[in-house]
């Protein structure tokens, strides 16, 4: 797979940190810049959707439970906001927050745990470069140096336990896989495949960074892979250059020599 996706690389002008393994054992099968820190965008999403719903577990809630929304959380281009809610359901917030990477959404499950909560949590299940350190879309707080970060092996590691079941109870394992299978945005991992295969992803983008990782449910053998570019100069040409090594990998799991 290396020899395969080396070219790719090597003509990428980008700052690229990507990984791809087994999704049932711990085995990378190719990896580059793994414990490098760097902007997470919208992927921080993911752990704070497994966060909330340890909440809910850990205090006998239920996802039906309504939470007010205050216009404080409310930005634009947000589904939440252009239909003017003011109070939604748990469980609505959170595929919102997933499927179109709704920012209000996510402000208002960030306020219902609390930022330094979040934090510990993501300490708590091994997320060692992993931080939240300001709401979605809060340019001041960015521009003060404030940002959210993650690392590959973070997220590598995150999506692993998601996928063998290792954070929730299976109930609370299956809607969140789920929710993450329900992913509108396909303009990355997805972009090239023709198959109409699984994938239980996240995606995330700013000015200067593109990202886009998930569990890939083969049907020779799933697979976790995550692709993330930082330096980003040309944010199209990132998301094609996502799909070109999401199909590079998903063809090499296909292929008689296999990965």
């Known amino acids: 797979m290396i020899k ?8 990428c002008d980008n700052n690229i940190h990507f990984f791809v393994k087994e999704g049932k054992s711990d085995t990378f099968l190719a ?4 414990d490098e820190e760097f902007s997470s965008a ?12 340890d909440y809910v577990e ?8 309504i939470i007010e929304i205050t216009s404080s959380n409310k930005v634009e281009f947000s589904v939440v906001s252009e239909q003017n809610l003011e109070s939604s359901k748990v469980y609505d917030l959170l595929v919102w927050m997933i499927i179109t990477s709704d920012n209000s959404a996510t402000n208002v499950l960030i306020d219902l745990i609390g930022m330094d909560e979040l934090n510990k949590y993501f300490h708590r299940i091994g997320l060692t470069k992993t931080k939240l350190q300001r709401k979605m879309m809060d340019f001041q707080k960015l521009n003060e140096g404030f940002d959210n970060v993650t690392s590959a092996r973070d997220m590598a590691n995150l999506f692993t336990r998601i996928y063998k079941k290792e954070l929730l109870s299976l109930q609370y394992s299956n809607i969140l896989i789920d929710i993450l299978c329900r992913q509108r945005v396909h303009e990355g991992l997805k972009r090239y495949i023709v198959e109409d295969v699984r994938i239980a992803h996240k995606t995330g983008s700013l000015d200067t960074v593109c990202h886009d990782t998930g569990i ?11 692709i993330f570019i930082t330096e980003v100069k040309d944010i199209e040409n990132s998301k094609r250059l996502i799909g070109r090594i999401s199909k590079v990998v998903y063809d090499c799991f296909g292929s008689k020599e296999g990965v």
Do not use: Q, W
């Not at 990896?31 to 793994?34: G, R």
């Not at 919208?42 to 719903?53: D, E, M, Q, R, T």
């Not at 850990?58 to 439970?65: E, I, P, S, V």
């Open 42 to 53: 919208s992927v921080i999403k993911v752990p704070i959707a497994v966060a909330v719903l």
């Open 216 to 226: 890939v449910y083969h049907e020779v053998m799933d697979y976790i892979i995550g």
């Open 31 to 34: 990896f580059e810049k793994l």
């Open 58 to 65: 850990r205090n006998n809630l239920t996802l039906d439970k």
């Open 4 to 11: 395969t996706l080396y070219p790719l690389l090597k003509d």
